[in-house]
């Protein structure tokens, strides 16, 4: 079993930054693949960003691309979510989920293809 546990989120200006991480135990990150989603008030959980385990391939939401980047740690247990250029839009519930799969990357962008998830941390974008 993968516990997941996420860095605290936190309340940011439009246009500053913020990184996220999410840290599991057991195994390395790359035994994983790896996504974060999000999820604002009334609305679905979206997909942000993936990163494959193996090749390390990544894929993004097209609102975040060029703004967000997700890397994660070799040699330890966690991924990070780089957020930059934050918008008010921005604001959500961020989750990290995790798969042992190693699809297409495409698939990754679905909530479907994720086993474990973390608890979620609240991002809030505001002035």
């Known amino acids: 079993q993968v516990q997941r546990e996420e860095s605290a989120g936190g309340l940011v200006q439009p246009g500053g930054s913020l990184r996220l991480s999410c840290a599991a135990s057991?195994?390395?990150?790359?035994?994983?693949?790896w996504a974060w989603f999000r999820q604002a008030p009334g609305r679905e959980r979206e997909f942000v960003a993936a990163?494959?385990?193996?090749?390390?391939?990544?894929d993004y939401a097209g609102s975040v691309k060029g703004r967000f980047t997700i890397s994660r740690d070799n040699a330890k247990t966690t991924v990070y979510l780089q957020m930059d250029s934050l918008k008010p839009e921005d604001t959500a519930v961020y989750s990290c989920?995790?798969?042992?799969?190693?699809?297409?990357?495409?698939?990754?962008?679905?909530?479907?293809?994720?086993?474990?998830w973390g608890r979620g941390t609240q991002v809030t974008v505001s002035s």
């Open positions: 989920a995790a798969t042992t799969k190693n699809p297409i990357l495409s698939y990754l962008s679905s909530k479907e293809a994720y086993e474990y």
């Open positions: 990163i494959r385990r193996g090749d390390a391939k990544k």
């Open positions: 057991g195994r390395a990150s790359t035994t994983y693949s």
